[in-house]
């Protein structure tokens, strides 16, 4: 069985401090791991994937994600928030061999000016 | 490059009424899904097509729900009849199998409000 953690519903930041969106996961055997993001009325846009290698992987507009092994983890993170960052984000999750995804609850991420 | 096309954006109807969404993957995308996501949670399979067959779709309410993939391109959804529980935002998504990890790429989504 596979699944996917988001502990925190919502997360709020100061624009220009780092920002952390948490995801951890359960999957059988090696995980393909991603992340989405969602702006109002809009679908998902991807982010990054992680599939092997390094741990840090870089993505799109300026998030990296920092896969951790043993924790089964892989958090979001940006080293200085935007306000326009402020949207609906989604980790996933693939076992090797599988051919769905499968989707955590999401993280509001709210960057205050 | 279009990303994935999806029509309408929004549909309103009544209960018991039949509604259908369009889809039309990134060209050469031989992997198409369609996803219910209903409000404040995160997106659910409903069906998968590898070209023009569905591959998976255990998770398609088959009493009510119907896809189609004619052809292995563009794909329809169809509801009949819907009920006020379907109201959702449907969301198509394609991939290519030669992308390592098969990357999913999300169209805009059909938001359905049945009253």
């Known amino acids: 069985a596979q699944s996917v953690a988001q502990p925190e519903d919502q997360v709020n930041v100061a624009e220009g401090n780092p920002l952390t969106v948490k995801c951890t996961y359960s999957?059988?055997?090696?995980?393909?791991l991603f992340w989405y993001v969602q702006y109002p009325n809009r679908g998902l846009q991807f982010l990054l994937k992680?599939?092997?290698?390094?741990?840090l992987v870089k993505g799109s507009y300026g998030f990296e994600a920092e896969f951790n092994k043993s924790q089964t983890s892989v958090h979001l993170k940006k080293p200085s928030a935007l306000v326009s960052d402020s949207a609906l984000y989604f980790c996933?999750?693939?076992?090797?061999?599988?051919?769905?995804?499968?989707f955590g609850t999401g993280t509001r991420l709210t960057v205050i000016p | 490059e279009a990303g994935v096309v999806q029509s309408p954006r929004y549909k309103i109807i009544e209960k018991k009424q039949p509604v259908a969404f369009w889809c039309n993957p990134i060209?050469?995308?031989?992997?198409l899904y369609w996803y219910r996501q209903n409000l404040g949670q995160g997106p659910e399979l409903l069906i998968r097509?590898?070209?023009?067959?569905?591959?998976?779709d255990s998770q398609l309410p088959k009493d009510r729900f119907s896809a189609e993939r004619l052809k292995g391109v563009d794909s329809t959804l169809k509801i009949q009849p819907a009920e006020l529980g379907d109201s959702a935002v449907y969301l198509c998504?394609?991939?290519?199998?030669?992308?390592?990890?098969?990357?999913?790429?999300f169209g805009p989504g059909t938001r359905l409000l049945v009253l």
């Open positions: 998504a394609s991939s290519l199998d030669r992308d390592y990890g098969r990357t999913q790429y």
């Open positions: 999957v059988s055997g090696n995980p393909y």
């Open positions: 992680y599939i092997t290698g390094d741990n």
């Open positions: 996933a999750v693939r076992a090797t061999g599988a051919n769905n995804l499968f």
């Open positions: 060209s050469g995308h031989n992997t």
């Open positions: 097509y590898e070209n023009e067959e569905a591959v998976d």
